[in-house]
């Protein structure tokens, strides 16, 4: 694995949906093509004159690769770098607003594609040489592209046991299913997808077998997981068998940890080389992909800003070709802005400075990560799992503060930026009293929104874990028919945005609710 | 008209296809609204840290809404304005890269849909008051979510009889048809459009009715037409009666110009008022839209740049509430540079001053529109229509020099960015050998495709007019079935990028081409 297939890839085109496979290339941009040619006068586009543009230049003032980033105290790197951006530069350079600000190609920025295809290639090693870039809007437009290229009406979707609701909002409407499947702190269990897929046609004789999956592999949201290598060799195998598409939707691809010890907060510390940083990443889908199964969705988001509104696909070209077919009369190209000034940095960065960049990013949220961590252990007792005899738990578990009630377990999330608790509901006289109501269907579902509201009047704002309860039909609303687990609820906590303050005072009300609560 | 309505508006929910009656608000954004609560701690939403942007501030140089442009010499006009947006700005500031580069509203930018609101007020006069803005990136974007709206399979949009190919190139895959109706140079006639959808049942036993209507309305795109208020009046009469929706794709709308008279270029000249302006503008349908049937696509890519990537909707809330949702998963939201950009400088403009810019703005298209007229003039001779006894021709003719061989009519366009010219083609005896062919299907169309081949090896890039024949099916792919005019051709001429000599020179060489094909 790993090493650059020769072999013929198999024909994947019987993954395109009706949609897709009617689609063609734009008239208009085919004509596009002849103004290459030398001399030639166009009077064919209707393209604004550049002149036109109010626009004359943009300067920007952004941190330097080896910026040293402080989360104790986030301020201004001293030396900032000063660049600019003109619309007719007077020499030679690599961007101009003359051309970032009109109409572009579909496909992207043609040095951000370069960039971005050189990157691929260090960092992810994909395991075939011709996979192409696309450039989109980020990965939610992305996400929203692959579903519409795949999926068919009353297709059940392949997701983790409890999977991001705004990638489902895509394809409910459409009237597809998810098709959940059991994770543990790996994330998908392969051997559940394996069973899943075997006996689909025993337990779903009305649906087709699913053929696409949709994993967020690093970090998992809201999961907080992580897959290990060998885990995405097991289930590549298994998507090969069953003839399955990965979309591996990968925002916190950067932002990898090491284990989290109670109340031994990493400090900023020495921080490693780019070339450490990198060997230290999980491989990515792509260097098993000898197939071109794959496609990869790559975000500037989370680490540079959710606000660009930028991202590329990393796919075989018959992916990549219809997605552009749908991305030139659907959003036509991201915005000139956000192509220009991110291609600006990351030139003036280089491959390795942005490397640096993502290492140094990741010892922030590392930081923070180990701040909610401690933060929860400063206002529950917290007591390895293997050290207590409680069902199912994994990683830690928060006691009652002075007491041997068990609250909530948790595994600290090696990557991205979430800690997802598992919280045991039977401690809870509300929670019996919910259950032992005969028109309460979903107890679980009930007694984590009633908590969930406590907090909220407390002031303390986190996701309850039913949000993240893939939806799989009309008849599955039970916490018994949806496969829920009996006795247990979730709550979602992020620890990318707050100060160590701010976390400690949510976990104190936290904490405080909940004894509250114990009472009920 | 044009008075606000008080009448309850109808119900249009009957619109809303599957797909978006199936939609629902995201639960994940619904969360987000409980973080305005004072003193909430939030630990919900995946935001990254805002000083893990790396982008401390942006500075614009752009041109004062005052600028004086000159098309003969397009250069810098001499004083440009020079302003900052910062991450964490020292005084009070409307933006900030903090807010604009995180996470934001799939609304839009607060500020810029209050200012949207404003200017539509201001300028179009909707006869509804509450009317709402939607933020979207571009007309493109926006014209695919209206799609994804309204449009089931098989549907059939009613659209002029020739129409923007990339419009109808996000319905074609979708399995929907065009309903074109005949245009004069007013644009959609409304008598054909009465006709059509009175007698639909008895021409398409087998199709609904069409419920939804595409136009571009100013310099229609390839037509050139620019609808006068007593037609859209007439159009919009027509709609009501029969149901139809009307989306109002206006990217032109501040492109109008005069009258064209031969050798008569307009020069710079003294600059009309801000208000002079406006009552120059035809009304847009939302002021004759007393009913909430229209959806306008409002656009800042011909008026500040298309590499934006930014415009919005104006319609009434069922529609913008169901493309919000769209747009929180599809887009989510247009790129937060844009959004800043544009809205700053539209708060450094203010209303006024944009609308100067736009009266400058559009003062450089008319003479680029007056060149390329002049071009025409010089290098065929041209006579007016009424002149000569040409069945069909309206506008000018184009004879072939010193001779009396009609070449193409055109009516001189009084808005936007084209020319659409009417080839004689009996002329050719190319087409009448095709004519003559009997396994040439469509002979009109091969033969307009041989001149394109020699025009562009003459190195004269222009667009043939079968780009935007609307496809209704395959059934109707001949001259006759398309209902194609016989013996006539025609090509699409941009005037918006070239300069006068490159437009004199694209004429000189499509009169050789022509002189040559007459021979062939």
Same mark, same amino acid.
């Given at each position: 694995?790993?090493?650059?297939?020769? $072999?013929?890839?198999?024909?994947?085109?019987?993954?395109?949906?009706?949609?897709?496979?009617?689609?063609?290339?734009?008239?208009?941009?085919?004509?596009?093509?002849?103004?290459?040619?030398?001399?030639?006068? !166009?009077?064919?586009?209707?393209?604004?004159?550049?002149?036109?543009?109010?626009?004359?230049?943009?300067?920007?003032?952004?941190?330097?690769?080896?910026?040293?980033?402080?989360?104790?105290?986030?301020?201004?790197?001293?030396?900032?770098?000063?660049?600019?951006?003109?619309?007719?530069?007077?020499?030679?350079?690599?961007?101009?607003?003359?051309?970032?600000?009109?109409?572009?190609?579909?496909?992207?920025?043609?040095?951000?594609?370069?960039?971005?295809? &050189?990157?691929?290639?260090?960092?992810?090693?994909?395991?075939?040489? +011709?996979?192409?870039?696309?450039?989109?809007?980020?990965?939610?437009?992305?996400?929203?592209?692959?579903?519409?290229?795949?999926?068919?009406?009353?297709?059940?979707?392949?997701?983790?046991?409890? $999977?991001?609701?705004?990638?489902?909002?895509?394809?409910?409407?459409?009237?597809? /299913?998810?098709?959940?499947?059991? @994770?543990?702190?790996?994330?998908?269990?392969?051997?559940?997808?394996?069973?899943?897929?075997?006996?689909?046609?025993?337990?779903?004789?009305?649906?087709?077998?699913?053929?696409? @999956?949709?994993?967020?592999?690093?970090?998992?949201?809201?999961?907080?997981?992580?897959?290990?290598?060998?885990?995405?060799?097991?289930?590549?195998?298994?998507?090969?068998?069953? +003839?399955?598409?990965?979309?591996?939707?990968?925002?916190?691809?950067?932002?990898?940890?090491?284990? #989290?010890?109670?109340?031994?907060?990493?400090?900023?510390?020495?921080?490693?080389?780019?070339?450490?940083?990198?060997? !230290?990443?999980?491989? !990515?889908?792509?260097?098993?992909?000898?197939?071109?199964?794959?496609?990869?969705?790559?975000?500037?988001?989370?680490?540079?800003?959710?606000?660009?509104?930028?991202?590329? /696909?990393?796919?075989?070209?018959? /992916? %990549?070709?219809?997605?552009?077919?749908?991305?030139?009369?659907?959003?036509?190209?991201?915005?000139?802005?956000?192509?220009?000034?991110?291609?600006?940095?990351?030139?003036?960065?280089?491959?390795?400075?942005?490397?640096?960049?993502?290492?140094?990013?990741?010892?922030?949220?590392?930081?923070?990560?180990?701040?909610?961590?401690?933060?929860?252990?400063?206002?529950?007792?917290?007591?390895?799992?293997?050290?207590?005899?409680?069902?199912?738990?994994?990683?830690?578990?928060?006691?009652?503060?002075?007491?041997?009630?068990?609250?909530?377990?948790?595994?600290?999330?090696?990557?991205?930026?979430?800690?997802?608790?598992?919280?045991?509901?039977? %401690?809870?006289?509300?929670?019996?009293?919910?259950?032992?109501?005969?028109?309460?269907?979903?107890?679980?579902?009930?007694?984590?929104?009633?908590?969930?509201?406590?907090?909220?009047?407390?002031?303390?704002?986190?996701?309850?874990?039913?949000? #993240?309860?893939?939806?799989? *039909?009309?008849?599955?609303?039970?916490?018994?028919?949806?496969? *829920?687990?009996?006795?247990?609820?979730?709550?979602?906590?992020?620890?990318?945005?707050?100060?160590?303050?701010?976390?400690? &005072?949510?976990?104190?009300?936290?904490?405080?609710?909940?004894?509250?609560?114990?009472?009920?």
């Amino acid at each position: 694995m790993g090493s650059v297939q020769e $072999s013929p890839m198999p024909d994947l085109s019987h993954h395109l949906n009706a949609h897709s496979r009617a689609r063609h290339e734009s008239p208009l941009k085919a004509i596009i093509k002849y103004m290459a040619v030398d001399g030639m006068i !166009s009077v064919a586009g209707g393209l604004p004159h550049s002149s036109l543009f109010p626009f004359e230049s943009v300067s920007l003032n952004s941190y330097p690769a080896s910026a040293v980033l402080d989360a104790e105290n986030p301020k201004v790197p001293g030396d900032l770098d000063t660049w600019t951006i003109a619309k007719h530069p007077t020499s030679e350079q690599p961007l101009n607003l003359a051309t970032s600000l009109q109409y572009g190609d579909g496909r992207g920025e043609a040095g951000l594609l370069k960039w971005a295809r &050189e990157f691929t290639k260090l960092v992810f090693q994909p395991a075939y040489e +011709d996979f192409d870039i696309l450039v989109n809007s980020g990965n939610t437009d992305a996400w929203s592209k692959v579903v519409g290229l795949l999926c068919e009406a009353g297709d059940s979707i392949i997701c983790e046991e409890y $999977s991001y609701p705004s990638a489902q909002s895509n394809w409910i409407p459409l009237g597809c /299913f998810a098709a959940p499947v059991k @994770m543990d702190e790996d994330g998908m269990r392969a051997d559940a997808l394996e069973k899943t897929l075997a006996d689909w046609g025993i337990n779903h004789p009305d649906q087709r077998r699913p053929r696409l @999956m949709y994993l967020v592999p690093v970090g998992s949201n809201p999961a907080g997981t992580t897959m290990r290598a060998q885990r995405r060799k097991d289930i590549y195998d298994i998507c090969v068998k069953y +003839d399955v598409i990965i979309c591996e939707d990968d925002p916190y691809c950067f932002l990898q940890y090491g284990d #989290y010890e109670v109340e031994a907060t990493t400090t900023g510390g020495q921080p490693g080389t780019p070339e450490q940083f990198l060997s !230290s990443l999980v491989p !990515s889908f792509l260097k098993f992909d000898y197939q071109g199964r794959v496609i990869r969705l790559d975000t500037f988001s989370k680490t540079l800003a959710p606000g660009n509104r930028l991202g590329y /696909f990393v796919a075989n070209k018959l /992916f %990549t070709q219809k997605l552009l077919e749908a991305t030139q009369v659907e959003t036509q190209a991201p915005s000139g802005w956000s192509q220009a000034i991110v291609f600006g940095l990351l030139s003036k960065w280089g491959i390795m400075g942005y490397v640096q960049w993502l290492s140094s990013l990741r010892d922030q949220y590392r930081i923070r990560r180990d701040w909610m961590c401690d933060a929860i252990a400063s206002k529950f007792d917290v007591k390895p799992a293997s050290s207590l005899d409680i069902p199912g738990a994994e990683g830690l578990v928060a006691l009652a503060k002075g007491t041997s009630t068990p609250i909530f377990s948790f595994v600290p999330p090696t990557g991205g930026m979430f800690i997802w608790t598992r919280f045991y509901l039977n %401690t809870f006289p509300a929670f019996q009293k919910l259950r032992a109501d005969e028109s309460c269907k979903d107890p679980e579902l009930a007694c984590e929104d009633a908590l969930w509201v406590d907090l909220c009047e407390a002031k303390v704002l986190l996701i309850p874990g039913y949000y #993240y309860i893939p939806w799989e *039909g009309p008849t599955k609303a039970t916490t018994k028919s949806r496969g *829920g687990e009996a006795g247990i609820g979730h709550f979602r906590l992020a620890f990318s945005m707050s100060s160590k303050e701010e976390m400690n &005072e949510a976990l104190s009300r936290m904490a405080t609710v909940v004894d509250a609560f114990l009472k009920k």
